[in-house]
T-cell receptor, first 110, second 114 residues
Framework: SQQGEEDPQALSIQEGENATMNCSYK?????LQWYRQNSGRGLVHLILIRSNEREKHSGRLRVTLDTSKKSSSLLITASRAADTASYFC??????????FGKGTLLTVNP | NAGVTQTPKFRVLKTGQSMTLLCAQDMNHEYMYWYRQDPGMGLRLIHYSVGEGTTAKGEVPDGYNVSRLKKQNFLLGLESAAPSQTSVYFC?????????????FGDGTRLSIL
């Protein structure tokens, strides 16, 4: 079963706008990670937030984690056409296993 | 440093045929994982290994077998392929000496079962 569920399933924005994706999960976690997948490629790790952290930044990425609501959000600021991809949240559990959501397809129009 | 390499990249099989997918990592990672990804879905864990000579079942292990004879290689086998196993298969590995590390993924094997 999929632990994380992303929302929305698809998002279309103009270049320069911000993109926000949300993730909800069901059970306790060690960490929550966000990955990007370009069409026809493997997953690339973007950012990891530990269960005792509330916010983390990496370049144009900002991730928040609310363990009381079992939810996380990924904000991409000043989006570019190259940000067009699918974005997945994944919750980290025992044996470093990841449980993935179904993903958000982000389209950034030039 | 190639990271995680999967071979082959594409394959078409007939129902009932067998094949082995190879995953190789050159990062000296302890843990390795096999996932499948179906359209509109996230990745689902098939099997994983916590070290050379070990394997364990994931979420969707039926119809697959795995082996980890060498630390750098993780093989996924389909003994009798079925159309339901048409999917994109991803391998990943992780460095576990420090906690909370990301997984490193290969580019996938696209497998079609006719």
């Amino acid at each position: 079963s999929q632990q994380g569920e992303e929302d929305p399933q698809a998002l279309s924005i103009q270049e320069g706008e911000n993109a926000t994706m949300n993730c909800s999960y069901k059970t306790s976690i060690n960490n929550l990670q966000w990955y990007r997948q370009n069409s026809g490629r493997g997953l690339v790790h973007l950012i990891l937030i530990r269960s005792n952290e509330r916010e983390k930044h990496s370049g144009r990425l900002r991730v928040t984690l609310d363990t009381s609501k079992k939810s996380s959000s990924l904000l991409i600021t000043a989006s570019r056409a190259a940000d067009t991809a699918s974005y997945f949240c994944a919750t980290g559990g025992s044996n470093y296993k990841l449980t993935f959501g179904k993903g958000t397809l982000l389209t950034v129009n030039p | 440093n190639a990271g995680v390499t999967q071979t082959p990249k594409f394959r078409v099989l007939k129902t009932g045929q067998s094949m082995t997918l190879l995953c190789a990592q050159d990062m000296n990672h302890e843990y390795m994982y096999w996932y499948r990804q179906d359209p509109g879905m996230g990745l689902r864990l098939i099997h994983y290994s916590v070290g050379e000579g070990t394997t364990a079942k994931g979420e969707v292990p039926d119809g697959y077998n795995v082996s980890r004879l060498k630390k750098q290689n993780f093989l996924l086998g389909l003994e009798s392929a079925a159309p339901s196993q048409t999917s994109v298969y991803f391998c990943a590995s992780i460095r576990t000496l420090e906690g909370n590390q990301p997984q490193h993924f290969g580019d996938g094997t696209r497998l079609s079962i006719l």
